[in-house]
């Protein structure tokens, strides 16, 4: 067989997709699976951005979009900005792709060489790292312990920058521990970063409306407005309006990335589907209210979660500020046995017996590079959670 690129070597299907497909193969034969591993959430996407893709598609917006963004959805991208973050981009500092994962890509694509450092602080969203890799990155990790609630210290930070740093990530509301930077921790942050002018800082905010108990939300280029230029600000509709399949998300940052990343993406996808840009602009000028009410939602799901875990012994669970995931510790369950004979050494051993004689399908921690803890998605509905934290307190007192 003709052979495949080197630079995918140890690049893999993600844990929480290869978890979800397992989960889905056991449905299909017959098992009633709990469902705890997809970060998606469960709401619809609203009704009016469904009607405007649609009067989009039958009013003939179907031939190729410009490769950016049109302009009335950089322009509601602008709006939005200004909004929720008082950050000003000009048109030409924004650019929209096929989510926020593309936007990710294209600019990690777009400036890390060879040999370059990214450093993510740990536990982090496994993309980041198998796309610095595919550019050629060494991944640097900064751990953020459970103990300080997965919070980024400024003086770790700081120690971990090298002059091989090409970007820092930031990513609060995290997934996977739902850990949230507060502006003081940001400020601290910030003051760093600006000793570092050779680095670039990725904040990946998508899941910025998803904050509990009044967390106020801030932005890293909104703080300290003296790194603008060399921060890219990501987002998109995915986790906010309930639209993971609409594939629609947008950076604003200097003008001279948005125009590399723009050239990476016209040898990619020559720009993201008009339908979905179209529905893009409807949820992101229709109304906002039904963003807090979702999130007060979450915020009862978090609670009966978080309590629920917590009365397990062996399980210790933080409650986390933001996104829709639990992180819960399991040190205690390692080295253990299940009923069935598998040894738990170590989480991914944990959650795989989970599904295997509980039937939840939940996350290892060291697909997100801390260990032994498993992430759990509270995406779904009370019932849901209830079954599945039942099980899993069955599962580990299960073990001997
Ligand atoms: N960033 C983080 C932290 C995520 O958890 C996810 C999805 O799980 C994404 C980005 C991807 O977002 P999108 O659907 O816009 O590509």
Known sequence: MPGFADRLNGIGISASAAMTDKATALKA?????????????????????????????????????????????????????????????ALDEILVANGAKQIIYDAMMATINPGDEVVLPTPYWISYADIARLGGAEIVQVPCPAASNFRLSAADLDAAITPRTKWLVLNFPNNPTGACCSRKDMEEIAAVMLKHEHVWIMTDDIYEHLVYDDFNFCTLAEVEPRLKDRVLTVNGVSKAYAMTGWRVGFCGGPRDLIAVMNNMQGQSTSGINTLAQAAAIAALEGPQDFLRERAAEYQTRRDIVVSLLNEIPGVECHTPQGAFYVYPDISACIGKVTPEGRQIKTDADFVMALLEEKQVATVQGAAYGMSPFFRISYATSVETLREGCQRIAEFVQSLK
Do not use: M, W
């Open 29 to 89: 034969e017959g098992l009633k699976i709990i469902s705890l591993s997809s970060g998606e959430p469960d709401f619809p996407t609203p009704e009016h951005a469904v009607e405007a893709a649609v009067d989009a598609a039958r009013g003939g917006d179907t031939k190729y979009p410009p490769q950016a963004g049109k302009p009335a959805l950089k322009k509601a991208i602008q709006a939005k900005f200004l909004r929720d973050n008082s950050l000003d981009y």
